[in-house]
């Protein structure tokens, strides 16, 4: 009896996938469903952890811990004002700096440098962005610091001291440390890892865009501007938000050079702190119970909300973006 050639064979256990008992395939389900849970678990623990340890500094200062720039643990009077200026402000000066030479560095490595270069530089990258922040904080130390204070401060207070409204932000003695030198201390630490995501994102775009706009008669500008941006949007904005947690919460490097002083001024050049400087200056000499632990517990916090703000903003700006492009 001949069988026809459009008669389907009968389902069997080697020719369908579906006829064996497969045991591999919910355990992989539940497993990827337990890390996902996981996550949530971990985050959420992480928070209860904050809250729950900060909770007696909110109850004893109540909304002024919020803006008091007070720290002093002899009254046992601590404020977060501080700390939270420090790290917004520090973090986003690294970023004025860091980003535009992170992304011209990755457009440049993606579409513009020889691949023998693009390759040895694109490997450096990736190993700069390896250096332990340690080293970024002592090297900051001893070369940064002494820099700043025998010549960049110097020369803008010459040059803009007596500028209204520029003589604030270069006042101060030239000591060398402040938020200056975190910043740019900073900036020199993101800056890989920014580059190399954006990299991976342009580089994982499809060539026949870019050479379908050079075909058009477009710049290297309006290439940029017109098809890479709008293309890698999103990727760009995570590589962005990614560098901005890593300054906000950087310790060790902030803390070598950014000078350890709760105080709130205008000057560029004074020493000030990061919660998360302060925190690892402050932690080991805090008492179990202590209202000075509370208040770095409740500084944990607000940095932690600080950072779920920053990703919430940006994923807004995302979704405007693509709203505005598909309308």
């Known amino acids: ?23 591999a395939d919910p355990f992989f389900r539940m497993l990827v469903m337990a890390t996902g849970i996981g996550v949530l678990v971990v985050l959420g623990a992480i928070i209860g952890v904050m809250a729950v340890g900060g ?18 643990p002899v009254t046992q ?26 992304f011209g560095t990755a457009f440049w490595l993606a579409a513009l440098a020889p691949p023998a270069a693009a390759a040895f530089i694109g490997m450096a990258v990736q190993l700069l962005a390896a250096v332990p922040s340690i080293i970024f904080g002592m ?32 006042a101060g ?52 501007r017109n098809v890479v941006l709008p293309w890698s949007r999103q990727g760009v904005i995570g590589a962005i938000v990614l560098g901005m947690g890593r300054a906000m919460g950087e310790t060790m490097a902030v803390t070598f050079v950014i000078g350890d002083s709760n105080h709130i001024g205008w000057s560029l050049f004074a020493p000030a702190n990061t919660i998360a400087s302060l925190i690892a200056l402050e932690f080991p000499e805090s008492a179990a119970g202590s209202l000075k632990l509370a208040s770095l517990m409740a500084l944990g916090a607000i940095l932690m909300a600080i950072s779920f703000l920053t990703l919430w903003f940006s994923r807004w700006l995302l979704a405007r973006g693509q709203k505005a492009a598909g309308g």
């Not at 060398?176 to 630490?189: E, N, P, W, Y």
Request: zero cysteines; a positive charge; aromatic letters at 12%.
């Open 77 to 102: 009077h601590f404020g977060a004002a501080a700390p939270v200026f420090g790290t917004i402000v520090s973090s986003a000066m690294a970023l004025v700096v860091a980003v535009p030479l992170a």
């Open 55 to 72: 909770w007696k500094a909110f109850a004893v200062f109540g909304p002024e811990f919020l803006i008091s720039a007070v720290w002093n």
């Open 139 to 170: 090297w900051g130390f001893f070369v940064v610091v002494p820099l700043v204070a025998h010549y960049v401060q110097p020369t803008a207070r010459h040059l803009f001291g007596h500028v209204p409204g520029l003589s604030a932000l270069v």
């Open 1 to 23: 009896m001949e069988i026809s050639a459009r008669q389907p064979l009968p389902a069997t256990k080697k020719n369908h996938p579906a006829g064996g008992v497969r045991t």
């Open 173 to 224: 003695a030239p000591f060398g440390t402040g938020l200056f030198t975190a910043s740019l201390i900073l900036a020199i630490m993101i800056t890989p890892s920014i580059t190399a995501v954006m990299r991976d994102v342009f580089v994982s775009m499809p060539t026949v865009l870019r050479e379908s706009a050079y075909g058009l008669g477009a710049t290297r500008w309006e290439v940029m």
